[in-house]
């Protein structure tokens, strides 16, 4: 027997540590205040009390940020005003949760949209770093999920835990092992925009452990401060629900090859001599 858990709407993850070398994009704009522009200026010292430490208590998915941020909804027409709309900007990029860790390369898209000169040139700028600072912070978010995952995993035991191939970017999966060769196989979909979802299947359990296994992962998550909608389980009879397990079994099932370039050579010479012998007897056959 085996089941499977989904967590739908996995987008929070209270407490979390800010990875290493990541920091928020209002702490990249303070760092620059002195190269900004006086529009931009202005807009950080009024935003400065309401902007985001370097320590953030909540690290959210970009589908939540989407839903509570203004920057990613600016609507910019050919009768806007360009010094308004960039002060607007740099209120709401001082706010922003946004986690990068490509600081260098955010900067610079920084300061070219401070000093756009046209609406245009603007827009490009704007939609660009939009694009740059959702994708970096999702992976970062993704990255604290599969880690935070992994911990729990490793809470309860299943200490062997193994890293596994994904055919989507947005993907990630691993495998955890425990003494009794029980499995827990983890695949977090995470696409920028979409609500995250974390699927969990038991694997290599006959003796009814399934649901207890998933009962205590579960609050393992809750405990490392993943949020998302109640789990909803399914049992699968033993037949496997999700693509990473097939591919994780398949996997096992083919045999490692033990061969070295050694025993390739004498197996080789080995055919050489048999078919020399051989070669020899036929000859004798045919003289008597």
Known sequence: M????????????????????????????????????????????????????????????????????????????????????????FKQLATAPFLVSNQAEIETNILKLDYAKTLTEFKTLHQEIVHKLETGHQQIFTTALLEASQRAALKIGFQKLETLPSPLTSTVRFAATNSLGKTIITEINAPIGRDTRIETEVV?????????ILDVFDKALEAEGIRSQPAKRKFTGGVCELSAVRDFLKQKAVPKSTETTETKEFASENETKRRQRLNQTQTRNKQK
């Open 204 to 212: 290599g359990v006959s003796d009814g452990s399934c649901n207890a």
């Open 2 to 89: 085996s089941a499977i858990n989904t967590r739908n709407k996995t987008n929070k993850i209270e407490s979390a540590a800010i990875p290493v070398g990541a920091i928020v994009v209002g702490v990249c704009l303070f760092g620059l205040i002195k190269g900004l522009s006086v529009v931009a200026n202005t807009a950080l010292q009024a935003s400065k009390n309401k902007s985001i430490t370097n320590n953030p208590k909540n690290l959210k998915s970009v589908a939540t940020i989407r839903a509570e941020t203004k920057l990613l909804k600016m609507t910019i027409t050919t009768d806007s005003n360009l010094e308004n709309l960039k002060s607007e900007t």
